[in-house]
Each structure stands twice: as C-alpha cells, then as structure tokens.
C-alpha cells in the first residue's frame, strides 16, 4: 500500500503553547487528506478534510481557528493545535488519499500530551 | 446522520479458528466499502476494500458485501494470535465533498493460542 509518513510520532507541550504536526505523502500525490483525533479506546473522530490549495473543510464541533490546517501542496498537509491545553491531549491521525474516491492510507499517528 | 455500526465485541476465537467481522450502515447512497486493522496504541492499517456486491478474498481475509441488506463482512481464516487487534469498519457515501469515510467503533478480536 501507499505511504503515509506523520510526524512527530509524540510529542508533550505546555499548556498555552502550539504544537504543529505534518502528514506527507510519500510515494502518491494527494488530493485529499483528512485529520483524525482518537481517544483511548474510542473510535476515530474525523475532524477536517483537507483539500490542496484550498480551504479545509472542517466537522461540526471541531474549532477551526484551534485546529489549523494547511495542505500546500499534493504531498505535505499540516495541523497545528494552538494553543493547546490538557483537554486536547489525544491520538491526532492523518490518512491521505491520492484521488477523493480511492482508499485511504493513514499515517502513524502523533500522541500529544498537553501538560 | 450517517452510521456504520458494529460489534464491540471483544469476540474470541481459537487459534486456526475462522473470525468473523460484521458491519452495517444506514446509508444506501454508500459505495465503498474498508476494513481497517488497529493495534493497541497504533493507527489504523488497511486490510481490504469492497466496492461490488459478492465476496472479494485477499489471501486468509474475505470480504462480503450486500448493499441490498447494508452489511459489509469481514472473514478471517486461519486466526492467528497476531490478528489481535481492533477491527474497524469504514463506509464511503462518495460523490460530491461526500469522500470522507464514516466509521464504525470497532470490533476487539482475541485470536487465543
């Protein structure tokens, strides 16, 4: 299957502080990404879709200027939690797909911590 | 409200055993059609993707769609202990900005030695 590399893997913050976390994909273009949060032994939680050049698309109840995202270009998207407090210590995944109607690969996941 | 349900299970087998995985969905516009592997403290990984009515088999996993019934399985032959792991359902509506996977809350599976 295609590559999905999402980094960091893990990562603690200060409360207050904002922590950027990037999905790439390597060996596809994507057309589309799509931002997950999961909590302990919940299911996955879509938060946004991300579109390259253009606006994310964000799900209801998902915050989006706490939960910023940029997908620049066909490889790389970002999301970055500002601000951040212990309430969004999560599983943050990312999963991209090369074109809107294929199957979607998911990256490996970044566990942050907010302390 | 789109919804993919499953079984939390835990649902254990033996070892050699065949697991089987259900899944159902209230959309009929769905199209496609993912089962996902998820270890503990992991992402998700794919197993397999349906899009037609029928069985689709990739090695020891079976996939078997009814769009008819809205359900969606998953077969496991052979279990093995390594197949331990959450198992995760994931609908497609497609078409339009409906590209986005809907998913189920998983099904824990224990494959016993």
Not at chain 1, 52 to 76: C, M, P, R, W
Not at chain 2, 48 to 77: C, H, P
Not at chain 2, 89 to 105: D, H, I, M, P, Q
């Amino acid at each position: 299957g295609a590559v999905v590399s999402q980094h960091p893997s893990r990562v603690i913050c200060k409360s207050g502080t904002s922590v950027k976390i990037e999905c790439r994909s390597l060996d596809f273009q994507a057309t589309t990404m799509f931002w997950y949060r999961q909590f302990p032994k919940k299911s996955l939680m879509l938060m946004a879709t991300s579109n390259e050049g253009s606006k994310a698309t964000y799900e209801q109840g998902v915050e989006k200027d706490k939960f910023l995202i940029n997908h620049a270009s066909l490889t790389l998207s970002t999301l970055t939690v500002t601000s951040a407090h212990p309430e969004d210590s999560s599983f943050y995944i990312c999963s991209a797909s090369e074109q809107m109607n294929t199957e979607a690969f998911f990256g490996q996941g970044t566990r942050l911590t907010v302390v | 409200q789109k919804e993919v349900e499953q079984n939390s299970g835990p649902l254990s087998v033996p070892e050699g055993a065949i697991a089987s995985l259900n899944c159902t969905y209230s959309d009929r516009g769905s199209q496609s059609f993912f089962w996902y592997r998820q270890y503990s403290g992991k992402s998700p990984e794919l197993i397999m993707f349906i899009y037609s009515n029928g069985d689709k088999e990739d090695g020891r996993f079976t996939a078997q769609l009814n769009k008819a019934s809205q359900y969606v399985s998953l077969l496991i032959r052979d279990s093995q202990p390594s197949d331990s792991a959450t198992y995760l359902c994931a609908v497609r509506a497609g078409g339009g900005s409906n590209y986005k996977l809907t998913f189920g809350k998983g099904t824990l599976l224990t494959v016993n030695p």
